[in-house]
């Protein structure tokens, strides 16, 4: 099935308790793209970024399979950049610097190509762009997913909830659902948020693991316990990615099926944490996700005999 990815690319300057880096390429549509790549080549991309982004790395979407003709090159500007800082326990981070450059005037194209969408995934962008996307494709797709973050929720939280009523899957972490909701338990806070329009949840925990909450059903999938968490920069978006990758490529959209898409969503996401930005899913190998995913069966499988 095919998937069309939308959201930020962004030069991203990091902090963590590791080092530090400058300007590197980031943005949530970058790691949603690299890790879905995964599962599924038949992918579209709808961004913007300036002169300055670079060519060689839309080169590489290309040769991957990711069909660019919806990325907007604006010569004469900057692509969005972002800075973050994170805390010694590296789960929490403050966000240093948001330049939106050319994403504060982001004017989405849906070129004719993109006729044909099944699966969409609208990564972080303010959400009348991520609405505007819905409305300017031509057909619905079957499974529409969204993510967002606190920054939209304290701006445009009126245009959030506007989004929300045409969409199928809402991807938050447990922060944001609080936010969102204005409830502190989870189970509370997504009752209320999938009040709101979505008819699946999935609340993303770091390190202790992610949340699906489907009509009354609900699933918990721990994170992998790692060594080296090196710089947790994209994992939402690895995990968001490798969540509609897995669902694109199996077109299953039954609660089984995605209980299985999250779990491959969380190996995604192991991966992205090992080392700065993208670097490690850009090598990433298909069999290295395998051991990895059975490394999480193996974790959370017990034999247990309920009398
Ligand atoms: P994550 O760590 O998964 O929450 O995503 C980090 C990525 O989100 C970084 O690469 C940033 O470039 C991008 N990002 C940060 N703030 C925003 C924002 N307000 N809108 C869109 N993308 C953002």
């Known amino acids: 099935m095919s998937l069309l990815v939308v959201g930020s690319m962004a030069f ?30 038949d992918m579209k991309l709808i961004a913007v970024v300036g002169g300055d982004f670079p060519k060689e790395i839309i080169a590489d979407y290309k040769t991957r399979g990711i069909n660019t003709e919806g990325l907007q090159i604006k010569e004469n500007e900057k692509s969005f950049f972002w800075s973050g800082k994170y805390h010694d326990n590296m789960n929490q981070r403050d966000t240093l610097v948001t330049e939106l450059n050319v994403l504060g005037d982001f004017d989405p194209i849906v070129p004719e190509s993109y006729t044909d969408v099944d699966y969409l995934m609208l990564g972080n962008l303010q959400p009348a762009v991520q609405e505007s996307v819905i409305d300017r494709l031509p057909k619905r797709p079957k499974f529409i997913a969204l993510d967002t973050m606190n920054f939209w929720m304290d701006i445009a939280m009126e245009e959030l909830k506007s989004v929300m009523k045409k969409i199928d899957c809402l991807i938050i972490n447990d922060e944001e659902a609080r936010q969102l909701s204005g409830e502190y338990h989870l189970k509370l806070a997504a009752k209320k948020i999938m009040g709101m329009g979505p008819n699946t949840l999935i609340i993303k925990k770091g390190e202790h693991g992610a949340l699906l909450f489907k009509e009354d059903k609900i699933f918990f999938t721990p994170a992998l316990p790692l060594e080296v968490v090196f710089d947790p920069t994209g994992a939402g978006d690895t995990f968001a990615g490798g969540v509609c990758g897995y669902l694109a490529q199996t077109d299953d959209l039954s609660f089984e099926n995605m209980k299985r898409a999250i779990v491959y969503g969380s190996a995604m996401a192991s991966f992205c944490v090992e080392k700065f930005g993208t670097e490690m899913l850009v090598e990433l190998k298909r069999s290295d996700l395998e051991d990895r995913v059975q490394e999480f069966v193996d974790i959370v499988n017990f034999d247990i005999l309920v009398s």
């Open 12 to 41: 991203d300057a990091i902090e963590t308790p590791y080092g530090k880096t400058d300007k590197i390429v980031g943005g949530a549509a970058t790691y949603i793209c690299y890790s879905a790549n995964q599962f599924t080549n």
